[in-house]
């Protein structure tokens, strides 16, 4: 496990620039479900940089209602001022 979140962590810091939440967030949304399971969970990591990106409320509230037997849960990582406190 620690490795996984070590190679998203390498991911992160050497992606470009720009903002997938939404489309990347769908796309897992439906191929999770392609596949027979008791549960389904799809976990979004969010640099916070929502306003940035022109993302609402609304939009993250279309994930979370998007499938109703996936669980989706977000996890905002803030670190720039205003961003973090929120």
């Given amino acids: 496990r620690l490795n996984i979140l070590r190679g998203m962590n390498l991911h992160s810091e050497t992606c470009s620039s720009g903002d997938n939440t939404l489309d990347?967030?769908?796309?897992?949304i439906k191929e999770i479900t392609k596949e027979?399971?008791?549960?389904?969970?799809?976990?979004l990591l969010s640099d916070a940089n929502l306003s940035q990106y022109g993302i609402e409320p609304s939009d993250l509230q279309a994930l979370l209602d998007m499938d109703e037997r996936v669980n989706v849960f977000i996890l905002f990582i803030g670190s720039m001022g205003r961003q973090a406190e929120q």
Avoid at 24 to 28: D, P, Q
Avoid at 36 to 43: G, I, L, P, S, T
Wanted: charged share 30%; aromatic share 16%.
């Fill in 36 to 43: 027979d399971a008791d549960e389904y969970f799809v976990v």
């Fill in 24 to 28: 990347a967030t769908k796309l897992a």
